[in-house]
């Protein structure tokens, strides 16, 4: 797993993503503090729900999930197979090294943000509330970018195509933020867009309605996921 | 040692790629010949687990390589036919990298690693990205991660494609260095690497085997039947049309034909030693 995490720490394109949403988040935090010192906190606390969430979304589905296809890209995958480990343990290892470089990458945002609010943020009032919140928000996306990360490299496992799982699982994670909460109605399409598909936990918001059943919601799009990976793993003689 | 193809078929959409082969490999290098098409790629990716056989098996001393699993693969050593390289990583990374994965610790990963690039003459530009790697560099990279782990069985998938004369020569010293004691299985265009280390000859044609021996069995098939003819340009293009024809030189207005004929084709032919390209077109035309 050391190995495969590396990989992905070694990607220039991993440290560009985060990069890139800190440099917005330095923006919106550089504006807030000049003209919106009121809500500068505010802004803070709510970093995951459009700028987090984005980097992250991006981060998994351009950068991390590139493990499982890569063999394929580069033609290196017949070789992979025919090594003692490169079959089960590797699928494991990678599957294990995306979802650590996922949290890691939650990790670096949120260090991140607190650095950034914190440098910005001298002399403007300060509440507990909000960073409670924060925190509070951290670990629902930490969750939800491990769910996404574990499904998304699945889906991509299995199509062997990093573009294809973008649109599969980047499709879903756009519309959920398009969807306006208020008109949706449960058990209708959009619903399941909205709450459906790891974005509103990615955006640090915890599903407070019907908890059990996205319970299952969740726990069945995981195991599936997996369970069809695991299939298309044996029938292509990967595992 | 003994691998074992047991009546193994192929089919991909109705369409037979491999129909009921059947040979059984022990010590040595065995060299696999047959036309585009012939089944080649299809028959080794079975042989190594890569693929799964319509009917039959494969067997290791007796064992279903299927079942086998990691085992099996412990002891294999694979090179594709298009072996492809991450771009961004170096010869050495590339290596160090599959020697993990073919469960070699650290310290042999390295060692290996070191030894095999020297032998493939690569260890001078071990830190260069594989990407401004020529298409015999990259080839040379697939032979020595085939040899990473010692493996007992080696399947080479046209290893020679890309490689200049000399890097052939190298290639097959050390393949024949390595087949006293492993189980070498390798497919070429190029008939003379073949001739030069095949202990023996699989000819494969549409997917069935046609005949298996030893080099100079099959080349004993030929006898009589490869002939040699100086001829006018004018005489000699016809006749090669007739004809399967191995060679034609054109030198001082005169063609001088090799041609493979059961019957003398031309009052002035005279029969001579027949080579593996003879053989080669003997079967395959």
């Known amino acids: 797993m050391k190995r495969e995490l590396l990989r992905i720490m070694k990607m220039p394109l991993y440290w560009l993503v985060i990069g890139g949403g800190m440099t917005i988040r330095l923006v919106f935090a550089y504006f807030d ?94 509440n507990n509330e909000w960073i409670m919140a924060f925190l509070t928000r951290t670990g629902i996306a930490l969750c939800g970018s491990v769910g996404l990360s574990v499904v998304a490299g699945a889906i991509c496992d299995i199509s062997k195509s990093q573009p294809v799982t973008l649109c599969i699982c980047g499709i879903p994670f756009i519309i959920s933020i398009f969807v306006n909460a208020d008109v949706v109605r449960p058990f209708e399409l959009f619903w399941f867009f909205r709450y459906g598909f790891f974005t509103e936990l990615m955006r640090g918001r915890l599903l407070q309605s019907m908890l059990g059943f996205w319970v299952i919601w969740y726990s069945t799009i995981l195991v599936l996921a997996l369970a069809i990976a695991i299939a298309k793993r044996k029938e292509r003689k990967e595992l | 040692m003994s691998l074992m193809v047991e009546n193994v078929s192929k089919i991909y959409d109705k369409i037979p790629a491999i129909e009921h082969v059947n040979f059984e490999l022990e010590y040595g290098i065995f060299g696999l010949l047959g036309p585009n098409g012939a ?62 994965l073919k469960g070699l610790s650290k310290v042999q990963a390295r ?47 046209e290893p020679t494609a890309g490689l200049d004369p000399e890097e052939r020569i190298r290639f097959r010293g050390i393949l024949s260095d390595l087949s006293q004691n492993k189980t070498v299985l390798l497919s070429t265009h190029i008939v003379s690497d073949i001739e030069a280390v095949a202990n023996e000859v699989i000819l494969l044609k549409k997917g069935r085997v046609l005949k298996i021996g030893k080099p ?70």
């Open chain 2, 39 to 100: 089944g080649k790629t299809t028959l080794m990716r079975i042989m190594a687990d890569l693929l799964v056989p319509s009917t039959g098996r494969v067997l290791l001393n007796g064992q279903d390589i299927s079942s086998l699993g990691q085992a099996y693969r412990n002891k294999l050593g694979y090179l594709p036919q298009d072996f492809g390289v991450y771009p961004n990583f170096t010869a050495e990374q590339l290596l160090l990298y599959i020697a993990r």
């Open chain 1, 33 to 126: 503090r000049l003209y919106r010192q009121d809500s500068f906190w505010n802004s803070f606390a709510d970093f995951w729900n459009k700028i987090g969430a984005f980097t992250m979304a991006v981060l998994i589905l351009v950068v991390l999930i590139r493990l499982f296809s890569m063999d394929r890209e580069h033609g290196v995958q017949d070789v992979i197979s025919s090594t003692m480990l490169g079959r089960r343990n590797l699928f494991l290892y990678r599957l294990f090294a995306v979802v650590t470089g996922a949290c890691i990458g939650v990790s670096v945002l949120a260090a991140a943000n607190t650095i950034l609010s914190a440098l910005f943020g001298q002399g403007i009032a300060l």
């Open chain 2, 216 to 285: 100079a069995e099959l080349l004993a098939l030929l006898d009589g039947k490869v002939w040699t003819v100086t001829l006018s340009i004018d005489e000699g293009t016809i006749l090669a049309k007739q004809y399967p024809c191995s060679n034609t030189v054109h030198f001082e207005g005169k063609s001088t034909l090799r041609l493979i004929s059961e019957q003398q084709p031309h009052p002035a032919a005279q029969p001579i030693t027949p080579n593996m390209e003879d053989m080669y077109l003997y079967f395959f035309r």
């Open chain 2, 111 to 157: 060692r290996e690693t070191d030894v095999l690039l020297e032998l493939v003459g690569l260890s001078d530009i071990k830190k260069e990205k594989l990407s401004g790697f020529s298409g015999g560099q990259r080839q040379r990279v697939g032979i020595a991660q085939a040899l990473l782990n010692d493996p007992q069985i080696l399947i080479m998938d």
